[in-house]
């Protein structure tokens, strides 16, 4: 991270000061913007908000690890929303739980405490014991549309499959997966869109009805633990030991699911719409299967699922020459360090052969660290794998949405993905 003793900041050309990381159009298609940012001017005021946006690899990585100087105590809403975040967190208050600082919310020493208990749930042995499960249900959402010849790849395929596996790992009736998004969006759109009354009443409404049918399922594995994500999380305080309150529970699950319904079903479809686009690729990888670990991690980068993260700056600073104040918010932009010329030759270039794909930020890093990566990750290659094995002749259907993109500060979730396909033989 380039820090120094300068106590100037650095202004922005014009040119990037009328250009808004806000507007519709650059949130779908940021990459121009990112090239001229990491250019001229790689700590980007944001005129709307006021919030710094860091693009470059090395200081988005030495933020994540600087938990002394850049907190994670925040939050996003607040920081965009103002006076109207405050106002969401009575709303919620009223009815159900406002929000409070728990696990990825925290910082150290309160963090490890947090991580400490998360962790006896979430191992690896866990993910191993799943892949099996993942792989059958692929096979079966694929069952249900291989004869059309054709499929939403999103409503169809790359929401139910990480969507019913979470579900049904948490506790939850993973049939309902297209509700439980419907909670993931609402709870990541107060940090992503700034919102109007009405539209800050109706998400506050969707998490509150998330907030109810979760405390019942808490005060039911209370009474008879289950042996699922959730149960586990309630008893998982050993003796001497805190347990989560209904608050944090409350915030972790807003978390998993945040973390569950969005950001895996982004990278399997923009998985295999970077195949569609790039046959070339698309040929390797068929002649290649030892590469699709690597063009998991290369989609990962190109089209960073979680395009950034805020921190709390908690003392005076300089991040290349700009004047940081202890209060400042920063947005880490996942997104644009993804594609990071110092760090990626042609960044912009689709390379399943890249050496340091694996370097991407995109689970972002440090002790804050994505703790269900080891699933997304074996969600993405197996889904991604089971597609090529059973269609071939991927295109585009006409029927594309515009703009094909959710709103989203922080976020690029395709509305839909409308591909057409052939049956392969088997």
């Known amino acids: ?62 933020i994540m ?32 739980w406002e929000h409070v600082h728990v696990l990825h919310r925290t910082d150290p020493p309160k963090h490890a405490g947090h991580r400490k208990l998360v962790d006896r749930v979430f191992t690896a042995a866990r993910v191993r014991d799943l892949v099996p499960e993942v792989e059958a249900l692929a096979h079966e959402l694929i069952d249900k549309f291989v004869e059309k010849g054709s499929c939403d790849l999103i409503k169809d395929f790359a929401l139910p499959l990480p969507g019913m596996i979470l579900g049904e790992q948490l506790g939850l009736d993973k049939t309902q997966f297209a509700r439980f998004q419907k909670w993931a969006l609402a709870m990541l759109a107060t940090s992503n869109e700034i919102m109007s009354d009405d ?60 973390g569950g319904y969005e950001t895996t079903t982004s990278a399997i479809a923009h998985g295999l719409w970077l195949l569609i686009q790039h ?7 068929r002649e290649k299967p030892e590469l699709l670990k690597r063009f998991v991690d290369e989609t990962l980068r190109l089209e960073s699922p979680v395009q950034g993260i805020m921190r709390s700056v908690t003392k005076d600073t300089v991040l290349r020459g700009v004047a940081l104040k202890a209060g400042d918010t920063l947005i880490l932009r996942f997104g644009a360090a993804n594609q990071d010329p110092e760090k990626f030759e042609c960044p912009r270039k689709f390379d399943i052969e890249r050496k340091n794909a694996h370097a991407h930020l995109s689970f972002g890093g440090g002790i804050h660290a994505c703790l269900g990566q080891q699933l997304a990750r074996q969600e993405i290659l197996i889904g991604i794998r089971v597609l090529l094995e059973r269609l071939e002749n991927f295109s585009i259907d006409a029927d594309f949405p515009e703009p094909a993109y959710v709103y989203s500060l922080n976020f690029r979730p395709l509305k839909a993905l409308p591909i057409k396909f052939t049956k392969r033989a088997l």
């Open 1 to 62: 991270m380039i820090m120094d003793d300068s106590t100037s900041s650095r202004t922005c050309p014009v040119s990037i000061e009328s250009t808004s990381l806000l507007d519709e159009k650059i949130l779908a298609d940021p990459w121009e913007f990112y090239a001229q940012l990491h250019a001229e001017c790689p700590v980007y005021k944001m005129p709307e908000t006021g919030i710094y946006v860091v693009t470059k690899h090395e200081d988005v990585a030495s």
């Open 65 to 96: 690890r600087d938990t002394e100087t850049f907190s994670n105590v925040i939050l996003a809403m607040e920081a965009l929303q103002g006076d109207n975040g405050r106002r969401y967190q009575e709303m919620l208050k009223e009815k159900g």
């Open 199 to 258: 539209r800050l009443r109706e998400i506050a409404d969707i998490e509150l009805d998330a907030q109810h049918y979760l405390a019942k399922v808490f005060e039911d594995r209370r009474n008879t633990p289950t042996g699922d994500l959730i149960s586990d999380l309630v008893h998982v305080a050993e003796d001497g030991e805190d347990p989560f309150t209904e608050h944090e529970l409350q915030n972790l699950l807003n978390q998993l699911i945040t």
């Open 279 to 285: 046959p070339e690729q698309y040929e390797k990888l």
